[in-house]
T-cell receptor, first 110, second 115 residues
Framework: AQRVTQPEKLLSVFKGAPVELKCNYS??????LFWYVQYSRQRLQLLLR??SRESIKGFTADLNKGETSFHLKKPFAQEEDSAMYYC????????????FGTGTRLQVFP | EPEVTQTPSHQVTQMGQEVILRCVPI?????FYWYRQILGQKVEFLVS????????KSEIFDDQFSVERPDGSNFTLKIRSTKLEDSAMYFC?????????????FGPGTRLTVT
């Protein structure tokens, strides 16, 4: 069965420090991977998708099929990055559902 | 920018009661979804809906659940006889199309508390 694993429930860093939120997946096919972010009291919103290969708010994520990972990185964290981050997978045929990881709470201290 | 809206934001109900959660998807979207998140757990897919039919449902989505698009704007999730374990945050989402590259836009959620 498909699964998304985010091993860290909480990641705390100081402002200006690098950040890496880990995401691993299990799926034998070719998935579509996403990072969603949920700021305090706000809705889930798409941050990144692997097919776009773009940087949003300084965040990047690279799909590594060999390691089945899609880690989210930012070189210099900002206080406004504090939020819940969810990695999600979508199979590329027969279904449209998103499979989420359990999420990582990022706390950026001043 | 258009957004998915959900009402109510918080619903408290007694076990065994019926509840209807309401969603207004983005107006030109054709695909609709419900997800739920039990406190402390992951966001889980419940059901997808297109062209007035369920296109996919999870094992969670049993006979106690139903979805409907009663008019051109609303998309509802009904739980016929609520159980304590139905307490969760319920998210509605919509998408213009399906397939690679199409994003699901989420609503703010309805917190359902079953007592």
């Amino acid at each position: 069965a498909q699964r998304v694993t985010q091993p860290e429930k909480l990641l705390s860093v100081f402002k200006g420090a690098p950040v890496e939120l880990k995401c691993n997946y299990s799926y034998s096919g070719s998935p579509e991977l996403f990072w969603y972010v949920q700021y305090s009291r706000q809705r889930l919103q798409l941050l990144l998708r692997h097919i776009s290969r773009e940087s949003i708010k300084g965040f990047t994520a690279d799909l590594n099929k060999g390691e089945t990972s899609f880690h989210l990185k930012k070189p210099f964290a900002q206080e406004e990055d504090s939020a819940m981050y969810y990695c999600a997978l979508r199979k590329t045929y027969n279904t449209d559902k998103l499979i989420f990881g359990t999420g990582t709470r990022l706390q950026v201290f001043p | 920018e258009p957004e998915v809206t959900q009402t109510p934001s918080h619903q408290v109900t007694q076990m065994g009661q019926e509840v209807i959660l309401r969603c207004v998807p983005i107006s030109n979207h054709l695909y609709f979804y419900w997800y739920r998140q039990i406190l402390g757990q992951k966001v889980e897919f419940l059901v997808s809906f297109y062209n007035n039919e369920i296109s996919e449902k999870s094992e969670i989505f049993d006979d106690q659940f139903s979805v409907e698009r009663p008019d051109g704007s609303n998309f509802t999730l009904k739980i016929r006889s609520t159980k304590l374990e139905d307490s969760a945050m319920y998210f509605c989402a919509s998408s213009q199309r399906t397939g690679r590259g199409y994003e699901q836009y989420f609503g703010p959620g309805t917190r359902l508390t079953v007592t």
